[in-house]
């Protein structure tokens, strides 16, 4: 997968710049809620990911169309997702809904398929304000060593971040692994729930 090159990408429009540690690529953005599905992508990691790839030309009607998908996203052992991101009340003018239709089909020529990811998909409850959260320990490497080391001194399986804390304290361990272990899937939780003391982790 080609990404275009990393620039602003409108005069009008606020351009935000992400890296992810996982693909090793710098991406430009142009709204929160690109940024947001990002987010979702470089924490789940399990399909690899371009932002704003290369464009493309489809026929609409008489005349020649360029497009270029916000995402597109490869599964392994999958198939190749072509997504724009939108928010639902932009989904629903006729134009949009025809040009969905043609790019439908332009790209399944291409054995990819095509999506329209909106808020709905992406900002799920809290999952979005946690994702931000949690980004910065991506770009650590995965704490496994020091997740072991304390994860088998315990005689159980879950409990509350709050909890946690207090036993990371007796080990002398620093709260912050909390973080960085949740950030790389070590501790598992329902980021779609408020990040607090009460929210529990299990692994």
Same mark, same amino acid.
């Given at each position: 997968? !080609?990404?275009?090159?990393?620039? #602003? ?18 991406? *430009?953005?142009?709204? !929160? ?36 998908? &916000? @995402?597109?996203?490869? #599964?392994? +052992? ?7 991101? #939108? =928010? ?5 003018? &006729?134009? @949009?809904?025809? /040009? ?6 332009? =790209? *399944?020529?291409?054995?990819?398929? =095509? ?7 992406? $900002? ?14 991506? $770009?650590?490497?995965?704490?496994? +060593? ?6 088998? /001194?315990?005689?159980?399986? !879950? ?21 960085? *272990? ?22």
């Amino acid at each position: 997968m !080609k990404a275009r090159k990393v620039s #602003k990408q409108s005069y009008v429009r606020s351009t935000y710049h992400v890296y992810s540690s996982f693909t090793r690529r710098v991406s *430009a953005l142009e709204s !929160k809620l690109e940024q947001d599905y990002f987010n979702l992508l470089n924490f789940e990691r399990d399909a690899l990911f371009v932002a704003q790839p290369e464009s493309v030309e489809y026929k609409h009607g008489a005349h020649i169309r360029r497009y270029t998908p &916000d @995402f597109e996203v490869t #599964k392994q +052992d999958g198939p190749i997702f072509v997504d724009e991101v #939108k =928010f639902v009340e932009d989904t629903l003018p &006729d134009d @949009f809904q025809e /040009k969905c239709y043609l790019l439908t089909r332009f =790209f *399944a020529r291409e054995d990819k398929v =095509f999506r329209v990811m909106t808020e709905q998909q992406i $900002r799920v409850g809290e999952r979005e304000q946690n994702l931000r959260f949690l980004q910065p320990a991506l $770009r650590s490497d995965p704490p496994h +060593d020091e997740f072991l080391a304390f994860i088998q /001194k315990l005689s159980i399986r !879950k409990a509350t971040i709050a909890d946690i804390a207090s036993l990371l304290q007796e080990q002398g361990l620093r709260p912050c692994l909390i973080r960085r *272990a949740v950030a790389h899937r070590l501790f598992r939780c329902d980021l779609t729930q408020p990040w607090g003391p009460g929210l529990q982790l299990s692994w």
